[in-house]
């Protein structure tokens, strides 16, 4: 069985992912695969760089990701111009992924953690859509805590994404992460019960 794991920006998608890799599940991570396709030598990267100009590199040839985010969630253009150079290629690493997995492992539970999942229209690779959720008000103040950003800064990231309430609605399957630790691992050890993963 394969599930497509995903939440708003700071709900704790990471934790349930971590969570479900520790009883037993294999986890295919598409920010690790965004991080790989961006590293130097790596086309998309050179795209990048002629798309948003040599400012978003720093001088080593990395990427500077806090430079390319502020660009990107200021513009929604800017935004879209980034994931038409980046989808298609995470897409394609993720499929590969999936198949080997189901190949060589076909009993076990795979996890595709996808921050973007609706915004990115991928409902139809997975069985069933996990959304890791809490309010947006706790999601909020979450964020500001973990990045050190301001409410306005905080706000226009929760504003690019789909918000987490619309989410909710269009699961399969919701872990509510506004409870403490035991009761986050309470929720996934039921589910996988209920499912006979566990």
Do not use: C
């Amino acid at each position: 069985m394969n599930i497509g794991l995903t939440g708003g920006i700071a709900t704790g998608k990471s934790t349930v992912a971590k969570l479900l890799v520790e009883r037993g599940a294999n986890l295919i991570d598409l920010d690790r695969i965004a991080r790989e396709i961006v590293e130097p030598g790596q086309p998309a990267l050179a795209r990048i760089a002629e798309r948003f100009g040599q400012a978003v590199l720093r001088d080593d040839g990395t990427l500077d990701r806090k430079k390319l985010g502020a660009v990107v969630f200021a513009d929604e253009a800017e935004r879209k111009a980034l994931e038409a150079i980046l989808h298609p290629q995470i897409r394609s690493v993720m499929k590969e992924q999936m198949a080997m997995h189901e190949t060589r492992t076909p009993d076990k539970l795979v996890v595709v953690d996808v921050p973007l999942l609706y915004e990115s229209r991928l409902e139809s690779y997975f069985e069933q859509i996990m959304v890791v959720y809490i309010p947006r008000e706790e999601q909020l103040r979450r964020l500001m805590k973990r990045d050190g950003l301001s409410e306005e800064e905080a706000e226009r990231r929760l504003d690019a994404q789909m918000s987490i309430e619309e989410k909710k609605v269009r699961a399969d399957i919701i872990i509510d992460n506004s409870g403490n630790a035991s009761q986050l691992e309470e929720q996934i050890d039921r589910w996988l019960r209920d499912r006979g993963l566990r």
